[in-house]
């Protein structure tokens, strides 16, 4: 024990007096000793993205497929050019199944474990609208599914981005000032609003938005050294590197020197020395070949330069430190930086969405059924080829009877001069029925290897040839449910989890509070309160994505209820050794019940009650912020210091004297409660039913007596079932 302590001493130690160790913002790319590193680091790098060649031309095509483009692997070659839409039906109803399971109607969507019983509801609430600012439900968590069905890998890049809008907006100044407490108020109590003229005037302010932005990267712009990494921390650990392919125009390069993202002399050589790369060049863009797909033949992008964006370990002064670098254009060498972000976590998060023993990346959806998809294409051509022939008869005649076979012309009242008997008219056969029911067969097989079932696709109930019995709708409601469920951990343990965990801490590291709490109002000063240090992140608190678990569990709510009952009725010896405390549940039930923002408003802990200080507040009222007076304000003290705020400023937006009136109320009502205390308690109130006979009884559930309307929404015990399942 003494030899531990002793080493730990030593090592605290050498960090205190070890002058040598460089800021996060220091450029190392110009130090001598780390020049070969980065060379041996580079050419792995382009030497990782040349041996993944094979697998880029494979996604490509798999999101031609996708896109409905019909490419060479199509053996026939007729007049019809039709694309049977399979592959990309089935995606898109996984997409939408996915995406409703992950986001429940009631956007409870951040859960927090934690070792005691405390809830840090301000920073649940400002995650939950950093979720809403990403636009993860619109843009971000669709084309990320959607892209892991394509490609076999779920892939993003978490950071933080800092955007201002320079704003005019009209203001309304009040022009007396120096105005005392008795013109404030009028003899009642009451704020009088018109007490001074007032005037518009014109004022500019720069508004400050900043919040994590979350970036899909393709699996084509991704690397792994080595690709048989578990993990992308397992690849770094083991002297491996992450690298993602970046495609940067002049602007950008310029934007980035004067960020001091990239070193100054090396990134202004990279700006003169940048040159179009074409179609030829090695690396696919993806991107661009998906901008085609929506009719946009140019992407007008310009001068670009690919540029790689590579996170490794490096050895500086003795220790390993992780590391970010820039590679690409003639100098190769770019930047190179401590890992940026305070966590020392990497910003990529990245999946397979089927976990292949020996590999890093997962398999592509869409390669089992590529081969059927190509087929069902090449069957409906020639069913449509067929068809045009189907519709028009044929004529067959004897020409040593009929010698005249010129003058038989198809129109109307039309005369042959001709042997009937010698004459027939018969049709071609109607292939296309054949080829109709071969692409409904296939389209079955492609369905099932996707684990689709035909109550995720829309208007396929009558196109079936039977309706399906109760057994079998029930069926593929529990294979639904199992393969849902089955598919959607993927993304919400391996993506969504760490994300919010990369959001924490990015808020920790970036969030200014005199920004944040003028934009988001009471919810920015609870997460203000509620600060979490770095070291209680992962000790402490630990914040998970509830989303799934959130729409299995509203029906469990009613269950939860019943059993609320049954343990409060539990008499306290029958638990000998243990403690009840229900305030967990119940604040679980509030969650589950009214969502993240308005539970802690109502069930509130007593750890938020906390007062402000009054010159904190004048500060926000004056800005024409509305803030909550709480219990445990000095009332007095408060009005004093807002009456001088209201003087000094003149309380251009009213926000001053609407809070010196909640004060005032606040003192009322404490001294009428003070009033009653001394009197008495107060008897029960007319109509109250007797004490002990409000709620149900221990094990009941709460449902009206027989032959009255349940409350809206509630389900009956004997129809308890997955809120995914379709109604028996």
């Not at 880029?56 to 409905?68: E, M, P």
């Not at 007396?176 to 013109?183: A, T």
């Not at 109590?189 to 720069?206: A, F, I, K, Q």
Request: charged share 25%; aromatic share 6%.
């Amino acid at each position: 024990m003494a030899k531990k302590e002793k080493d730990l001493r030593t090592k605290a130690q050498k960090h205190e007096e070890d002058e040598f160790v460089p800021e996060r913002e220091e450029q190392l790319v110009t130090r001598e000793d780390l020049q070969d590193t980065l060379g041996t680091i580079f050419n792995e790098v382009r030497l990782g993205f040349e041996n993944q060649l094979d697998r880029v031309d494979s996604i490509a095509s798999y999101w031609d497929i996708f896109n409905c483009v019909l490419g060479s692997n199509q053996f026939y070659n007729g007049k019809s050019q039709i694309f049977v839409p399979i592959v990309r039906d089935a995606i898109r109803a996984r997409k939408t199944r996915f995406v409703n399971q992950m986001f429940p109607a009631n956007g409870n969507l951040v859960g927090c474990l934690s070792t005691d019983s405390s809830q840090p509801h301000g920073i649940k609430g400002l995650l939950t609208h950093y979720v809403t600012k990403a636009k993860l439900r619109t843009q971000v968590v669709p084309a990320l599914l959607v892209a892991g069905d394509v490609e076999g890998q779920y892939s993003i890049y978490v950071d933080w981005v800092e955007t201002e809008r320079h704003v005019t907006f009209k203001s309304d100044v009040e022009t007396g000032f120096g105005l005392q407490m008795d013109m404030l108020m009028s003899e009642e109590g009451e704020p009088v609003h018109d007490v001074t003229p007032s005037e518009e005037e014109l004022v500019n302010e720069v508004v400050t938005h900043a919040y994590p932005r979350v970036e899909i990267i393709s699996d084509s712009d991704l690397l792994v050294v080595p690709a048989t990494a578990a993990s992308l921390e397992e690849a770094v650990a083991n002297g491996g590197s992450v690298t993602v392919r970046r495609y940067w125009s002049k602007t950008k390069v310029k934007q980035l020197v004067e960020d001091g993202v990239l070193e100054e002399e090396a990134g202004d050589e990279l700006a003169k020395s940048m040159k179009k790369i074409d179609d030829s060049e090695q690396y696919k863009d993806i991107e661009k070949d998906q901008a085609k797909v929506v009719g946009i033949r140019k992407d007008q992008r310009g001068t670009h330069v690919i540029v790689f964006e590579t996170w490794a370990k490096l050895n500086i002064d003795g220790e390993k430190r992780l590391c970010r670098m820039f590679f690409g254009g003639s100098t190769n060498f770019l930047a190179c930086t401590r890992n940026p972000h305070w966590s020392d976590k990497l910003p990529i998060l990245s999946e397979p969405i089927e976990k292949i023993k020996g590999s890093f990346k997962g398999q592509s959806q869409v390669e089992a059924v590529a081969a059927l998809q190509y087929y069902a294409n090449d069957v409906i051509n020639e069913g449509a080829d067929s068809s045009q022939f189907a519709l028009m008869p044929i004529v067959m005649t004897d020409p040593t009877q009929n010698p005249r076979t010129g003058s038989m012309v198809l129109n109307m009242a039309a005369i042959w001069e001709c042997s009937p008997k010698d004459t027939q008219f018969v049709n071609f056969p109607p292939l296309w029925r054949d080829a109709l029911e071969i692409v409904a067969n296939v389209k079955g097989q492609i369905q099932q290897s996707l684990s689709v079932n035909p109550a995720m696709i829309t208007g396929t109930s009558g196109s079936q040839k039977k309706k399906p019995s109760q057994a079998e709708v029930s069926q593929e409601q529990q294979i639904d449910i199992l393969t849902t469920s089955d598919a959607v951990a993927v993304p919400e343990q391996g993506i969504l989890t760490p994300m919010l965990q990369r959001f924490v801490e990015l808020d920790h590291q970036y969030r200014d509070d005199e920004i944040m709490i003028p934009q988001f109002g009471v919810m920015g000063i609870r997460a203000s309160m509620e600060r979490i240090p770095p070291i209680r992140f992962d000790r402490q608190y630990h914040f998970y994505w509830r989303g799934t678990e959130q729409t299995r569990s509203v029906q469990l709510m009613q269950q939860q209820i019943s059993a609320l009952n049954i343990v409060k009725g539990i008499p306290k010896e029958l638990y000998k050794g243990y403690t009840l405390d229900l305030a967990p549940a119940i604040v679980m039930l509030m969650e589950n019940t009214f969502g993240p923002y308005l539970a802690p408003l109502i069930f509130k802990s007593e750890r938020e009650n906390l007062t402000i200080q009054p010159d904190k507040e004048n500060e926000l009222l004056t800005t024409g912020l509305e803030m909550p007076v709480h219990m445990m304000d000095e009332h007095e003290a408060h009005m004093q210091s807002h009456m001088q705020a209201a003087r000094d400023s003149g309380d251009p937006y009213g926000t001053v004297r609407a809070h010196m009136a909640m004060h005032q109320q606040a003192m009322q009502a404490a001294m009428q409660a003070r009033a009653m205390q001394g009197g008495g308690a107060p008897g029960p109130q007319p109509g109250a039913p007797p004490p002990g006979m409000g709620g149900p009884r221990p094990g009941a559930q709460p449902m009206p007596p027989r032959g009255m309307q349940a409350p809206p929404g509630a389900i009956h015990q004997d129809q308890l079932q997955d809120p995914g399942r379709m109604p028996q």
